[in-house]
């Protein structure tokens, strides 16, 4: 009888087909970039240890890929220590291109005003390496005042209209949202709110043959749900849920994207065993479908993932 071979474990960031995407590490809240062909994927990185059920998270990690299949891991971009006035948690964040330039946005515990913050960094290419474009937070919690948990201040999501206006959503409890100025590192103008029925955290904004999305998690464990409108300033008419429960991981986090002619939903799990689940997840991608009248149809989330784009 022929023994059975173990299989030779993956290489770092090496692609093995399936979901979850990265098996060599654990990955979270993605946020992804079409550029020139090719997908830049942000992601947080879990590094708690076995059966520690706690997030750490000190630092955001960069793939690429042509094909949305083989992804090449680029070197660690930012830390949380690259923001002097921060102190902790690499939490969930997003990357966007203006003028030659890209622009990312992070979620991290300020040093010196109690609860979460947003940051904003800075680099020439998309794989980095990205410097504070400040010097402070863009968003701290002292900003945001409808309620008094410090965590409100999470999950940063931008996008830049056919105008050039670039407008940045957020928040936990309350969706909050703001605009731009054209460099990408200033409020324009006051914070507003948006009503939502049932919003956790993680706002994700795209736009798809003239519609807006606002998708986000949804109550707990979370699961993604969204909202549809002819303006980034509302008003947005709910549409129901677009992703179920992520199987063992209690949060839910998505990024959108078309590229080469699909659309994609990107999200995580806790997929990988022995230690995955809420505090070591996986990002994974699957297929993202419209109907006709613009509305999405539910995603199927699938451990064979997608094919290869062409």
């Not at 939490?91 to 946005?105: D, E, L, T």
């Not at 798809?208 to 949804?218: T, V």
């Not at 699961?223 to 677009?242: F, N």
């Not at 063992?248 to 997929?271: L, P, V």
């Amino acid at each position: 009888m022929a023994q059975t071979v173990p299989a030779a474990p993956a290489t770092l960031g090496a692609t093995v087909g399936g979901n979850p995407i990265i098996k060599s590490k654990y990955t979270a809240d993605p946020a992804a970039m079409v550029q020139k062909g090719t997908v830049y994927l942000y992601t947080g990185h879990d590094e708690a240890p076995a059966r520690q059920e706690r997030y750490v998270m000190n630092e955001w990690l960069c793939f690429s890929s042509t094909d949305m299949v083989n992804w090449t891991e680029h070197p660690v971009p930012l830390k949380v220590l690259d923001f002097a006035w921060a102190k902790g948690d690499a939490w969930a964040s997003q990357v966007i291109a203006r003028n030659g330039k890209f622009y990312w946005y992070a979620a991290v515990e300020h040093g010196t005003i109690p609860g979460k913050s947003i940051g904003v960094a800075v680099a020439d290419s998309p794989t980095g390496p990205f410097k504070d474009a400040r010097g402070s937070a863009l968003i701290a919690n002292n900003m945001t005042t409808d309620d008094k948990h410090p965590w409100d201040d999470i999950d940063p999501t931008v996008f830049i209209d056919s105008k050039g206006q670039a407008y940045l959503f957020w928040g936990n409890v309350t969706c909050y949202y703001a605009k731009l100025k054209p460099n990408m590192t200033e409020l324009d103008g006051p914070i507003q709110t948006v009503k939502l029925p049932q919003f956790t955290e993680a706002p994700w904004v795209h736009e798809h043959n003239g519609w807006y999305y606002l998708s986000y998690a949804s109550q707990f464990p979370e699961k993604i749900v969204y909202a549809m409108s002819r303006s980034l300033e509302g008003p947005w008419e709910y549409k129901g849920i677009l992703n179920e429960i992520a199987g063992n991981s209690n949060t839910n986090h998505q990024a959108i994207i078309d590229f080469k002619g699909q659309s994609y939903f990107i999200y995580h799990n806790g997929s990988i065993n022995p230690d995955g689940g809420s505090f070591r997840r996986s990002v994974c991608i699957d297929n993202l479908y419209y109907n006709k009248d613009g509305t999405m149809k539910r995603v199927v989330m699938t451990t064979e993932g997608v094919k290869a784009a062409k």
